[in-house]
């Protein structure tokens, strides 16, 4: 059974900074690329990042460029989001989600539809 397990939210004041953990187990990891998406309330879930297995690919959101880095410890089967400089505007629920490393997720990486398993999320909130 594949399960993707987020750790690390919060809520931390504008300006701060939380790393997200997310522990995967039950799936080969070195053949998943590894997301983060958010949804907050009334939106519609959006990428945040990507890193595929040998880190060859790695992209972000434009909201988020220049503030998160993605990363993954591929020993230990965990992928990280590292929020630094967080706005009151990234406030969500953050998801962790793993993708078979087909054309597919090369090409649609930042589409949720890509990714094959799915953490329960954890939430975000920073205050102004």
């Known amino acids: 059974q594949v399960r993707l397990v987020e750790s690390g939210g919060g809520l931390v004041q504008a300006g701060g900074s939380l790393r997200l953990s997310c522990a995967a187990s039950?799936?080969?990891?070195?053949?998943?690329?590894m997301g983060w998406f958010r949804q907050a309330p009334g939106n519609q879930r959006e990428f945040v990042a990507t890193?595929?297995?040998?880190?060859?690919?790695?992209r972000y959101a434009d909201s988020v460029k220049g503030r998160f880095t993605i990363s993954r410890d591929n020993a230990e089967n965990t992928v990280y989001l590292q929020m630094n400089s967080l706005k009151p505007e990234d406030t969500a629920v953050y998801y962790c989600?793993?993708?078979?490393?087909?054309?597919?997720?090369?090409?649609?990486?930042?589409?949720?539809?890509?990714?094959?398993?799915w953490g329960q999320g954890t939430q975000v909130t920073v205050s102004s």
């Open positions: 890193m595929s297995w040998s880190g060859d690919k790695i």
């Open positions: 989600a793993a993708a078979l490393q087909t054309a597919d997720y090369y090409a649609n990486y930042y589409q949720a539809s890509s990714y094959d398993y």
């Open positions: 039950g799936l080969t990891f070195r053949t998943y690329g």
